[in-house]
Nanobody, 123 residues
Framework: QVQLVESGGGLVQAGGSLRLSCAAS????????MGWFRQAPGKERQFVAG?????NYADSVKGRFTISRDNAKKTVYLQMNALKPEDTAVYYC???????????????????WGQGTQVSVSS
């Protein structure tokens, strides 16, 4: 079955950096659009970034976060720089079977989800 396993979360001070990883199995990784979403306490899950052959970012992270993928390792990454306290959330990796469209920012378009990894940014 499909598994998406996130790692790399933790506690960091404002202005610091983290790199999240999501290792995929059970799917033809190179054919899937991959996305990162996040959910803060009491808030809805929101789009952060997506990647197929192109990339797409939420306005709130443009210029600070970079999504990338390694198809040979079946892994997608999220490099997060200049972190802010408002970036604190559980970060989820997701896979969308569609390819060749701009990566969707809609949760409902993604077929598979990981369990999430906590990112906490202190001020």
């Amino acid at each position: 079955q499909v598994q998406l396993v996130e790692s790399g979360g933790g506690l960091v001070q404002a202005g610091g950096s983290l790199r999240l990883s999501c290792a995929a199995s059970g799917l033809t990784f190179s054919s899937y659009t991959m996305g990162w979403f996040r959910q803060a306490p009491g808030k809805e899950r929101q789009f952060v970034a997506g990647i197929d052959w192109s990339t797409n970012y939420a306005d709130s992270v443009k210029g600070r976060f970079t999504i990338s993928r390694d198809n040979a390792k079946k892994t997608v990454y999220l490099q997060m720089n200049a972190l802010k306290p408002e970036d604190t959330a559980v970060y989820y990796c997701a896979a969308d079977h569609r390819w060749g469209l701009p990566p969707s920012s809609s949760l409902t378009e993604y077929d598979y989800w990981g369990q999430g990894t906590q990112v906490s940014v202190s001020s």
